[in-house]
């Protein structure tokens, strides 16, 4: 997998502005640079620890797509992947992560990733990639209708205003100074965020987000970016069924079991993406998700699928909780 190419002018190719070369993407020059220690076994570290001092679960699932990009041949492009997490990350230890190069073929190849911490699997992954192939059969949702991002108020800027409100209840205070004080390698900016932290209301468990990578990637290799978007998919699932049963239920910690994506055509993960999660079911043990759909992360009309990612979790409380998830995520311009 090549690196992303550097741009002399700053801007990205379909003529957007994009921030200066100097600032590359921390997601590209850190977290997804893997150390190569043999063939086909690669190390990770670890740049942004979440509150729960638990791997943020997006971390492992970009790293493993990295390192699974890394034994394929540059002319062949992820087309999807399907991930476990069977243990929680280590944050104090590095991540090994082990490819196995279950079929190579003419169109289509498949890798399999095994990531490993104090010598046990704590994630494992496939994934598919194929030769780029036109398709005559070709349709997809509408974006929704939407503030730009433009528009918004920026994760800092949210933050720094819920904190100026004189009624906001201590424990609020401490979680939102605890998250300003993280720097975290994506920018986020709220779709209708509340307007006070000390007036919630019980939601409808959908949020929307615009996200993208700090910095600058530039076009370079797609696999790259994928990789990136692979990190950010994992953001706010869980945190999103939890809405309908605001000060309902004690939640002590909140995990991911497993997550599926499908990447659909080019995308640039430094330019601004429209993420829209949803969790359309929620209950006790069993079977959790879409029932078989897939629900996608998804461009505008005139561009076709970008990616698609589904995933489930647990939220560990009074009683067990598994929900279900569906995510779009559409590309601007």
Not at 79 to 106: I, M, N, W
Not at 164 to 191: F, S, T
């Amino acid at each position: 997998m090549s690196s992303p190419q550097t741009r002399e002018d700053g801007q990205g190719g379909d003529g957007r502005d994009d921030p200066p070369r100097d600032l590359r993407s921390v997601l590209v020059t850190s977290v997804l640079n893997l150390e190569p220690l043999d063939e086909d076994l690669f190390r990770g570290r670890h740049y942004w620890v979440p509150t729960t001092q638990r791997l943020f679960g997006g971390q492992i699932v970009g790293q493993a797509l990295v390192a699974a990009a890394k034994s394929v041949s540059e002319d062949v492009h992820v087309h999807s992947l399907h991930c476990y997490f069977v243990r929680a990350g280590d944050p104090k230890v590095p991540v090994l992560y082990q490819v196995e190069r279950t079929r190579t073929g003419a169109s289509f190849s498949v890798r399999s990733v095994k990531a490993v911490q104090h010598g046990k699997p704590i994630f494992t992954c496939q994934a598919s990639f194929q030769q780029t192939q036109p398709s005559p059969v070709q349709h997809q949702f509408s974006m929704p209708s939407v503030p730009p991002p433009e528009e918004l108020l920026d994760h800092e800027a949210l933050i720094d205003q819920y904190l100026r409100d004189p009624n906001l209840q201590k424990k609020y205070r401490v979680g939102l100074n605890r998250i300003a004080a993280k720097e975290v390698p994506i920018e986020i900016k709220l779709v209708n965020p509340p307007s006070s932290l000390s007036q919630l209301q019980r939601t409808e468990p959908k949020q929307m987000f615009w996200v993208r990578a700090r910095g600058y990637i530039g076009e370079g290799d797609i696999k790259m970016h994928c990789c990136v978007a692979a990190y950010i998919s994992d953001y706010a699932f869980l945190g999103t069924a939890l809405l309908p049963h605001h000060r309902q239920h004690k939640v002590h910690f909140m995990v991911s079991l497993d997550h599926s994506m499908w990447f659909h055509a080019p995308f640039r993960s430094d330019h601004w993406m429209l993420y829209e999660c949803e969790s359309p079911w929620a209950g006790e043990f069993g079977a959790a998700g879409d029932e078989g759909t897939d629900p996608g992360w998804r461009e505008p009309a005139a561009l076709g699928d970008a990616v698609s990612p589904t995933s489930s979790g647990a939220l560990h409380g009074s009683r067990p909780l598994l929900p279900g998830f569906g995510v779009l995520l559409f590309r601007t311009g």
